[in-house]
């Protein structure tokens, strides 16, 4: 495979790192918000960097974001998480970073369906909305809300969820649009206990493919994927 066919699929190499009090929930499977919530009094701490190691019109690139996340008290019609993250920092050029401070929540009604003892479906709704903090989106806004089907296989303990987004302008590219998003997880039993499949895609422009892999050990979890630029 050509290196220009490298660089053309390979948009961005991102690894995320994340630690959680009694928990092994993440924010998201690596871009698109994860089904996951978390249960109360449970929290987490995470970050994500983001690699780019050639040159391209904008330069060799490399940011990293810090999220903290935590479970509300459970309540009669389901289970809530809020959290702060802030994002992004550019690691050559700290102090020029465009970065956002965004308050976030999820939303996971209790009620669910099976479907013959084998599988479940469940809702998940969720916002974020931001301001800019640094560089040239300081003062800027944006917003974004979505909601998703989540399925789960009981016997394979695959995890599937789909559904819509709306974001305003700041969150992708300086347009609002509505766009569609999936995530998918898949564990694997061998040979590497806590090893699962993931993969998560947002559509439109400026969002990624991203397929990777993500290992849990009790409280920690780290993952690695490639993402594949929307084109």
């Given at each position: 495979?050509s ?14 790192f994340?630690?959680a009090?009694?928990v092994q929930a ?9 089904p996951?919530v ?6 987490s701490?995470g970050?994500g960097?983001?690699?780019r190691p ?10 990293f ?5 935590y479970?509300l ?8 998480e ?12 700290l102090?020029q970073s465009?970065a956002?401070a ?8 209790r009620?669910?369906?099976t479907i ?12 974020t909305a931001?301001i ?6 300081e003062?800027?806004v944006r ?11 009981h ?5 599937i969820?789909?559904g819509?987004y ?5 969150v ?21 206990y806590g ?5 998560d895609?947002q ?6 493919l991203?397929?990777?892999?993500m290992?849990t ?6 993952g ?8």
């Amino acid at each position: 495979m050509s290196l220009w066919l490298i660089r053309s699929l390979v948009a961005v190499c991102c690894l995320g790192f994340l630690w959680a009090g009694a928990v092994q929930a993440q924010q998201t499977i690596i871009n698109a918000p994860s089904p996951d919530v978390l249960n109360p009094g449970e929290w987490s701490i995470g970050t994500g960097h983001y690699f780019r190691p050639w040159h391209t019109s904008s330069n060799p690139g490399g940011f990293f974001n810090l999220s903290v996340t935590y479970g509300l008290p459970r309540l009669d019609f389901g289970d809530i998480e809020v959290g702060i993250n802030a994002n992004y920092f550019d690691y050559r050029h700290l102090t020029q970073s465009a970065a956002f401070a965004d308050l976030g929540f999820k939303w996971r009604p209790r009620y669910r369906v099976t479907i013959g003892g084998k599988a479940d479906f469940s809702l998940l709704v969720g916002n974020t909305a931001g301001i800019g903090i640094s560089g040239h989106t300081e003062g800027k806004v944006r917003d974004m809300v979505y909601t998703s089907v989540v399925m789960r296989n009981h016997g394979t303990g695959t995890r599937i969820s789909t559904g819509p987004y709306y974001a305003t302008r700041n969150v992708f590219d300086s347009s609002p649009r509505i766009g569609a998003q999936v995530t998918f997880e898949q564990p694997v039993l061998a040979p590497i206990y806590g090893l699962t499949l993931v993969t998560d895609w947002q559509s439109g422009k400026g969002a990624y493919l991203t397929p990777g892999l993500m290992w849990t050990k009790d409280n920690f979890s780290a993952g690695i994927g490639y993402g594949l630029a929307n084109t």
